[in-house]
Nanobody
Framework: QVHLVESGGGLVQPGGSLRLSCAASGSIFSIYGMGWYRQAPGKPRELVAIIIGGSTNYADSVKGRFTISGENAKNAVYLQMNSLKPEDTGVYYC????????????WGQGTQVTVSS
């Protein structure tokens, strides 16, 4: 089992920046991927950015504005969000992907990001 704790959400004006953090604990040895998803009101949860095996992947809507990074020593993943837009508003969830005989995903509790003037 993997436990995830997120921080860093909040209210920011359009064009502003936020940095999300996520720390993993528990069965971290099985983790092979860490990333961020988001869910806007009335919309399905979508991938924002993910790191798997050292490679990163971003949603087209955030390319050039968001940067995902990991820190192995702290079992942490970060999401630097710049040039934020109102359409970036939503609940952001940390996600890990674990391998082994029965692969599974783990989710954080979510952190609210609101981009509004």
């Amino acid at each position: 089992q993997v436990h995830l704790v997120e921080s860093g959400g909040g209210l920011v004006q359009p064009g502003g920046s936020l940095r999300l953090s996520c720390a993993a604990s528990g069965s971290i040895f099985s983790i092979y991927g860490m990333g961020w998803y988001r869910q806007a009101p009335g919309k399905p949860r979508e991938l924002v950015a993910i790191i798997i095996g050292g490679s990163t992947n971003y949603a087209d809507s955030v390319k050039g504005r968001f940067t995902i990074s990991g820190e192995n020593a702290k079992n942490a993943v970060y999401l630097q969000m710049n040039s934020l837009k109102p359409e970036d508003t939503g609940v952001y969830y940390c996600n890990t992907k674990s391998g082994g005989p029965v692969p599974f995903d783990s989710w954080g509790q979510g952190t609210q990001v609101t981009v509004s003037s």
